[in-house]
C-alpha cells in the first residue's frame, strides 16, 4: 500500500521539559490499520508548541516528543481500515489527531472534548518531522488546487479562530476586538472576520503589527496595548457608536486582556477565551456581568465540520494571512522570537530543510 518511504528521516525532538528541541533523524512509524502516513511539506509553528516544549499546562506530554500539529502534506502510506484516503492525496495534520468517536461528545460531533483524545505534538508526535502520522477521520481534508505552505497555519490557528469567531455570536456588520491580532492566531482572525462581514478591532504592541493588522487584513482600528494610554477607551472609540464590541476573542498569553476584556465588551456581550497562558485565572466583577448580561466562554480548535469550512473559507482565496517560511532546522530560533512576541503572523516550518 505504499510507495517509496524512508525508514530513517529528520525531525525536531523535545528531549527533556524546557527544551531546546534537537534536530536529528528518528525512525519514519509505519501506519495502524485506521491510520494514514503523511509526509510532512510544511508545517506551521503555533504558540501551543512552545507551550508544549515548557510544560506550562496542567496536562503531561509524551516524551520526548516531535511537536507541530499544523502539518500539510500528502498520504504516501494507510492503513487497511482506510477506504476513503488516497495515496496522493493532500492532508492535513491538525490538533485533535484521533478521538474515541463513541463518548457523549464523539457521538454529537464535539471530539475536541473527548476525553480520550490523541493530541498531535502533545501526547502523540506531531507534524515537526517529514512523516506523521494521524487517525484517517480526523486528518483535515486539503483540495489539490491548495498551496501546501500557505495553507498550513489555517490548520489550527484558522480553523481555531473560525470557531471562536462562530462561538461569539458575532453577526455581520458588528464589531469583534481581536486581543493579539498580530500573532498567528490573530492575523488569521482579522482575514475570516473580513470574510464573514464582521468589523475587526486589533489589539496588539507596536508599528510593525499595526501596519500588518490594518493595511494587510483589513481591521477597522488598532489599538497599541503597549502605547495606549486608555485602552478600554480607545477600543470603545473605534466601534461606530461608542458602546465597545459585540464579541471579544482572546488570543493573547498573558493574563490581563482576559481581565480587561470584560471592562470595554458591549453589554449582552461574549467574551471568548482562546489563549492558554500558563497559571491564568479569569476574573472579572459580578456586579457589572450580571447588570450588563456579559458571556464569558471558552473555545477550542474545531470539530471536523470547522475544519472543513474554515479550509473552503482559503480554497476561495478569503483567507491571505502572512507568514515567513525557514527550514525544520531553524525551529528553535523560531520559538526564541515568539517567546519575545516579535512574530508578526506565523513561521512555516519547510521540512526538507
Ligand atoms: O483551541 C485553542 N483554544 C487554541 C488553539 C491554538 C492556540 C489556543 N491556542 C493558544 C496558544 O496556545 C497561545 O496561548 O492561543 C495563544 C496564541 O497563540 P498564537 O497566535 O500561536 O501566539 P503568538 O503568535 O505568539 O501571538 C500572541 C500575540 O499576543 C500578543 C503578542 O504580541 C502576540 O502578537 N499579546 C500579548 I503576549 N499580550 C498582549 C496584550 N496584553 C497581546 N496583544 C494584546 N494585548
Ligand atoms: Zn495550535
Ligand atoms: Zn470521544
Known sequence: MSQEIPTEQWAQVVEAKGGPVVYKKIPVQKPGPDEVLINIKYSGVCHTDLHAMMGDWPLPTKMPLVGGHEGAGVVVARGELVKDVEIGDYAGVKWLNGSCMDCYFCRQADEPLCPEPLLSGYTVDGSFQQYCIAKANHIARIPKECDLEAISPVLCAGITVYK????????????????????????????????????????????????????????????????????????????????????????????????????YVRSRGTIVCVGLPANAFLKAPVFDTVTRMVTIKGSYVGNRQDTAEAIDFFRRGLINAPFKTVGLSELQNVYKMMEQGQIAGRYVVDTSR
Open 164 to 263: 471562536a469567531l462562530k462561538e461569539s455570536g458575532v453577526k455581520p456588520g458588528q464589531y469583534v476586538t481581536i486581543i493579539g491580532a498580530g500573532g498567528g492566531l490573530g492575523s488569521m482572525a482579522l482575514q475570516y472576520a473580513k470574510a464573514m462581514g464582521i468589523h475587526a478591532i486589533a489589539i496588539d504592541g507596536g508599528e510593525e503589527k499595526r501596519t500588518m493588522c490594518v493595511d494587510k487584513l483589513g481591521a477597522a482600528a488598532y489599538v497599541d496595548f503597549t502605547t495606549s494610554k486608555n485602552l478600554v477607551q480607545d477600543v470603545k472609540k473605534a466601534t461606530a457608536d461608542g458602546l465597545g464590541p459585540h464579541g471579544v476573542i482572546v488570543l493573547a498569553v498573558n493574563e490581563k486582556p482576559f481581565q480587561q476584556a470584560s471592562e
